[in-house]
Each structure stands twice: as structure tokens, then as C-alpha cells.
């Protein structure tokens, strides 16, 4: 059996049935976090919350990190309306890293609050088949549906609104700890009784739409 695909979270694994794909931050200085050598499978991007006044040597490292191979995804990156940083520069930034994700025939890990519009308006303006996961989604249905009409992944963590995440379809869907120090098998079984299928069948769907959308074929 396959170990259960924990997307998005901000620790190693907690055992060998768990598979993550470890946020890294930048600037490194921010996350505490090491960025010179990687060989466990990775995201990497600029929080709008950890945006530098001068971004432009975070940005070289994101271009860095991103060629090695075991980094799968540009992320997480996004728009905040309760960050410090104006909105404008978190657009700017935010571009920026979704052209490199582009350019390289990566994935967007997004990070979203209270900046849909902002958001919507950012990714057309790169390249709209560019694809894009929101991470930790916890909206309601209608929103859900109106994103995945976009084209959006939805990525589910412990606190998912369940009428949510059933009308996500399949192919759209992936589940994270993010923050959480569980194990991302503890997310399946809840999740996969409220789809109505089991922990395996939905792991191997995760797992399916994670080689659908990036470099990764495992």
C-alpha cells in the first residue's frame, strides 16, 4: 500500500506510512528552516505574511530551490488582506513566483484570505492553466464550487467544511496536515467517510492527482 499523501505541512513525517510534502518558507532567516541541500519532497514560496521590504534575494532562492528535483510545487504563496504588507506588493510578489511556477511546469500552493477577487484577477493575469491548489480550504460550498469552475485544486486539512469537501470532485481534491502534528491517516479515515469510500481508495486519488499536476511520478 501506498503511504497516505499528506500534501502540505510544515514537519518531516511522522512514520513511514505518511508521505509529505514539507512547506519551506522564504526568506529562510523567517522559517528557521535550512535551504542549502534538499532531498525530501518540497514546496517552497514567499508567505504574504513573510514578504522582505527587498524580496529580490528571496526570489533568487526560490529560482534555486526550485530546479532541484525533489521540489514539486511553487508555494505557499498568496494574497492576505491581514497582512502587514500592502496589497500591492503582495500581488507583485505573488506574480512573480507564479510566473517561475510557470516557467517550470510547476504547480501554485495558495494561500487566501479575504482576497478572492485580488486572487482570481492575479492568476488570469499569468496563465490561467497554470495549476493552482488552494491549501487548508475551510470555505463554504459555494465558494468551493466557484473555485474549482476556475480550474482550482482544493486542498482539505483537519478543520474542512464538510458539504465542502463533497462537492469537491475527485480529480480536484488533496488532503494536508499543515500545522497540524497528526497524521495526515487520521485526516483519511474522517475524510473518507464522509466521501463514502475508504482511507486507501482516497489516498490513491490524492496520489493520482498529485502526478496529474506535477513532475512527480512515483
Request: glycine share 4%.
Amino acid at each position: 500500500m501506498k503511504p497516505f499523501l499528506n500534501f502540505h505541512a510544515h514537519r518531516k513525517a511522522v512514520s513511514p506510512t505518511e508521505t509529505v510534502i514539507r512547506n519551506l518558507m522564504l526568506p529562510a532567516e523567517n522559517s528557521g528552516q535550512e535551504t542549502t541541500v534538499r532531498t525530501d519532497l518540497f514546496c517552497a514560496g514567499i508567505h504574504p505574511w513573510h514578504i522582505p521590504e527587498q524580496p529580490e534575494a528571496a526570489l533568487a532562492e526560490l529560482e534555486r530551490l526550485i530546479h532541484l528535483p525533489a521540489c514539486v510545487a511553487v508555494g505557499e504563496t498568496g494574497l492576505d488582506k491581514q497582512a502587514q504588507t500592502t496589497m500591492k506588493k503582495q500581488q507583485s510578489v505573488f506574480v512573480r513566483q507564479m510566473q517561475m511556477a510557470t516557467s517550470h511546469n510547476l504547480p501554485v500552493v495558495i494561500h487566501c484570505v479575504r482576497a478572492w477577487d485580488e486572487l482570481l484577477a492575479a492568476c488570469k493575469s499569468v496563465r490561467p492553466e497554470t495549476p493552482c491548489i488552494i491549501h487548508g480550504f475551510r470555505g463554504k460550498p459555494e465558494l468551493a464550487k466557484a473555485l474549482i469552475r476556475k480550474g482550482f485544486y482544493l486542498s482539505f486539512g483537519f478543520r474542512f467544511n464538510a458539504q465542502s469537501l463533497s462537492v469537491c470532485p475527485p480529480d480536484r481534491l488533496l488532503l494536508e496536515t499543515d500545522e497540524d502534528q497528526r497524521h495526515v491517516e487520521e485526516l483519511y479515515q474522517t475524510a473518507a467517510t464522509w466521501l463514502s469510500c475508504t482511507p486507501e481508495e482516497l489516498n490513491n486519488q490524492c496520489w493520482k492527482n498529485l502526478q496529474a499536476i506535477t513532475r512527480l511520478h512515483r
